[in-house]
């Protein structure tokens, strides 16, 4: 007898990076941030008092989305907390996306939990191939759909698509669909789209701490958009689990929103070592899109990519192979300290030299 579901037997789940948990490996794989969290987060952890963890959160998350509202220049009212921005993703699907309506349109590479969720929640969707170059046509988007959703910078190139551009989809798709903007790594080096928040109610961005903030093992994610996006993502979420966020979570995440100056440092240490290798790799003959992400997504004309990727792998370095239709020339490469950069690159340039 088989008890699983239709639906368990069939998925087919998204595979994150490896996590190895034995060897000591220069990880490069799964685009987190190669410096801890600010040590406001440590102290506000270390100093919580742990009688208050008898008590379940606050379902509101209220102090840190009113932490985030500042930061965002939007109200409260305007924000929605989540587990990791996955999390707020699944919402979206659930709160904005119909089962028998249009397809959702998102690029043919991107970030793949996007067809994950689709699949799963059951909502059509249709992947718009990027161009030659890996770029996103923001002309594909206005057409009729049930909703889009651009990661930008996508993931895993690392392009970035102009607000000017963002924004004649948006005005397109305006009293016809929702936009989702998935800013997971906009801030090392991008414009977000909140300022205009305000102006299209058919925006809606979504962020994560997890890597501007160093806080992947946190887990917090948001959303920002007009009071009735929110209330929707609300009304899913409040079908599911009435606490995403535990108190922890919550108190660390409002310490790290809080220290600008620290997130600043790490903003421009992560885009300086980036600037660096992205030269230092080009003269080994590397092809790599411009990014404005804290990962590069390079290939090589004479090698090809999955051989880089194993041999990486057995000197002690994990970077990311997607072995898939269109990228799979390709390594994609999360930026580290510079230390761990300059290994990299010696480690690739004695394998090309060997060949
Ligand atoms: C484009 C994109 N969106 C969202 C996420 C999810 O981030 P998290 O769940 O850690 O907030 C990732 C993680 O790699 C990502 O690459």
Request: hydrophobic share 35%.
């Amino acid at each position: 007898m088989n008890y699983l579901s239709d639906k368990a037997k069939s998925v087919i789940p998204y595979t994150p990076g490896e996590q190895p948990q034995n060897k000591k490996y220069i990880k490069l794989n799964t685009n987190e941030n190669p410096y801890p969290p600010s040590p406001q987060v440590l102290k506000q952890i270390k100093e919580y008092d742990v009688k208050e963890l008898r008590l379940y959160p606050d379902p509101e998350n209220t102090a840190l989305r009113v932490a985030l509202a500042e930061r965002e220049g939007v109200r409260p009212e305007q924000i929605f907390c989540s587990n990791g921005s996955d999390e707020v993703l699944a919402f979206c699907f659930q709160a904005f996306f119909n089962p028998e309506g249009l397809p959702v349109l998102f690029p043919d590479v991107t970030y793949s939990f996007y067809t994950v969720y689709a699949d799963i929640f059951g909502i059509p969707y249709q992947t718009v191939p990027l161009d030659g170059q890996l770029r996103i046509n923001h002309f594909d988007y206005c057409r009729a759909n049930g909703g889009a959703i651009i990661a930008n910078p996508n993931a895993p190139t690392g392009i970035y698509l102009s607000l000017e551009k963002l924004l004649t989809v948006i005005k397109y798709n305006l009293e016809k669909s929702l936009v989702i903007l998935d800013e997971a790594y906009i801030e090392f080096g991008g414009q977000s789209g909140a300022p205009l928040i305000g102006d299209y109610p058919n925006l809606l961005i979504v962020r994560t701490l997890s890597k501007s903030h160093s806080l992947a093992g946190l887990r917090v994610g948001y959303a920002i958009g007009d009071e009735g996006l929110i209330a929707g993502l609300k009304n899913i979420k409040n079908s599911f689990n009435s606490y995403l966020l535990d108190r922890l979570a919550c108190a660390g995440a409002v310490a790290a929103i809080r220290d600008e100056s620290y997130h600043r440092e790490t903003m421009l240490k992560i885009t300086r070592t980036r600037e660096y290798t992205v030269d230092r790799l080009s003269d080994l003959g590397f092809m790599i899109p411009d990014s404005k992400a804290n990962f590069i997504f390079v290939s090589h004309p004479e090698v090809k990519a999955g051989e880089l990727f194993a041999y990486l792998k057995e000197q002690g370095i994990l970077v990311r192979y997607f072995d898939k239709p269109r990228i799979d020339n390709y390594l994609r490469i999360s930026i580290g300290t510079d230390q761990e950069m300059d290994i990299l690159v010696k480690q690739l340039e004695r394998y090309l030299q060997k060949r």
